[in-house]
T-cell receptor, first 114, second 114 residues
């Protein structure tokens, strides 16, 4: 597709359930990022994939959060045993390897944990 | 590690007035600097960036930002704003050491009043 695609766009779940969020990056983009944006706050870095290198997981807030990426394509962010504080918009972005720092963002997946 | 501080969470201005959105960063290494914009109900998109060369960079819609290394700042300015500039603006930094992970500020909500 022309841009970064994320699904679902909205997800409402009950506390304790697991959720999976999907990101399709722009074709040819080797780097993929996940950020979290809580209501009224800035972007919080979660995880970064660059090609076949080991991902930078330094931003994952707890071991309930994990992410995978298949090659240089789709990524899935999984949140296990969701808590109310996980409610946020989860943003995915991709970039070229030498893209000068320009990230292309999807429109996000809004997660609401009841 | 890098960090970014946006000193104003909200900035209300009248249409056709000048505006400055402040951004300060902290880093022990040389950096790239960015401003991203999020218009209502849209994803984030790159507004402008400083990688090297001239310290004054401009966007296509009249915004400019100046990299000031001594003050570790990258403030965003526009001499005359329009209603269409209403958006949230995020300052971001990444290092030059090869890791393209962007660290974002908390964002500044710019509201233009008629």
């Amino acid at each position: 597709g022309a841009g970064v695609s994320q699904s679902p766009s909205n997800k409402v779940t009950e506390k304790g359930k697991d959720v999976e969020l999907r990101c399709d990056p722009i074709s040819g983009h080797t780097a993929l990022y996940w950020y979290r944006q809580r209501l009224g706050q800035g972007l919080e870095f979660l995880i970064y994939f660059q090609g076949n290198s080991a991902p930078d997981k330094s931003g994952l807030p707890s071991d309930r959060f994990s992410a995978e990426r298949t090659g240089e394509s789709v990524s899935t962010l999984t949140i296990q045993r969701t808590q109310q504080e996980d409610s946020a918009v989860y943003l995915c972005a991709s970039s070229r390897r030498h893209g000068g720092g320009e990230l292309f963002f999807g429109e996000g997946s809004r997660l609401t944990v009841l | 590690a890098q960090s970014v501080t946006q000193l104003d969470s909200q900035v209300p201005v009248f249409e056709e007035a000048p505006v400055e959105l402040r951004c300060n960063y902290s880093s022990s290494v040389s950096v790239y600097l960015f401003w991203y914009v999020q218009y209502p109900n849209q994803g984030l998109q790159l507004l402008l960036k400083y990688l090297s060369g001239s310290t004054l960079v401009e966007s296509i819609n009249g915004f400019e930002a100046e990299f000031n290394k001594s003050q570790t700042s990258f403030h965003l300015r526009k001499p005359s704003v329009h209603i269409s500039d209403t958006a949230e603006y995020f300052c971001a930094v990444s290092d030059l050491q090869g890791a393209q992970k962007l660290v974002f500020g908390q964002g500044t909500r710019l509201t233009i009043n008629p």
